[in-house]
């Protein structure tokens, strides 16, 4: 657990997408291991958990297991892939948020704070539609925002700067390992969500969303 001490009020929040708002992290396992199995790669879930909040080439880099390809090769696999993952998302509708996603939005939006995604995804907006919660949202970093993507605390900084916030006043709620490291580098109190083995450096952690208030947030929060 980091020993991180606000010194000032929280006045943002920032959200991963995948495993925090909606669970279309299964999505992208079905679309690695549909191309892994054409390609001949072994892929398993365990191997797709190394994959959770990191960009697209560190995903596939990854699933090549240190086997170098040309660039215009790496190209086409993340592009096949890519294909297949919006194939799974055209069924994403607002029943797929996850539990108590919504209900933490609406409280954070009506309590004046501000809401920032902060996705590596690069069809988060797409997704963020389907699922009826755009509006809720004061801005949108994403995997066409920065260069350096998780665990690289860039996406979260540029996601700040949009708020308008300093990193000390936005809590930083994922559920990727990468994520939490980010967060911590670039100096923003985190909620973790997930198995503490997971997301247990961070400030806080909760198993998930469900029945999670602000009060509960800020309370946990405090030194």
């Known amino acids: ?3 991180f001490e606000l010194q000032m009020d ?3 929040f920032i959200f991963d ?4 708002l909606t669970d279309t992290a299964e999505y992208h ?12 790669l072994p892929f398993s879930r365990a191997d797709n958990e190394a994959l959770r909040g ?3 080439r560190e995903s596939l880099l990854i699933l090549l297991k240190g086997c170098v390809l040309p660039e215009e090769r790496q190209q086409e696999m993340m592009e096949r892939k890519n294909a297949y993952y919006l194939e799974f998302i055209r069924s994403v509708t607002p029943a797929d948020l996850l539990p108590g996603a919504r209900a933490l939005l609406e409280e954070i939006g009506a309590s004046g704070r501000k809401i920032a995604l902060g996705s590596a995804s690069k069809n988060a907006l797409e997704v963020l539609d389907r699922l009826g919660i755009r509006h809720l949202l004061d801005s ?5 925002s920065v260069d350096k993507q998780k665990p690289a605390p860039d996406l979260f900084l540029h996601a700040a700067g949009q708020l308008g916030l300093l990193p000390v006043q936005c809590v930083v709620v994922e559920d990727s390992a990468a994520g939490i490291e980010a967060a ?3 100096g923003f109190p985190t909620l973790g969500l ?3 083995e997971r997301v247990g450096q961070a400030d806080l952690v909760f198993p998930s969303l469900a029945h999670v208030t602000l009060t509960d947030i800020l309370e946990g929060l405090k030194p």
């Not at 396992?29 to 001949?40: M, Q, T």
């Not at 949108?140 to 066409?144: A, H, I, K, L, N």
């Open 1 to 3: 657990m980091a020993n």
């Open 10 to 12: 929280v006045a943002g």
């Open 17 to 20: 997408l995948d495993g925090v």
């Open 29 to 40: 396992y079905l679309a690695w291991k549909r191309l892994a199995d054409e390609d001949g």
């Open 54 to 56: 990191i960009s697209r």
């Open 140 to 144: 949108v970093s994403d995997g066409f």
């Open 184 to 186: 911590l580098t670039g």
């Open 194 to 196: 997930g198995p503490v």
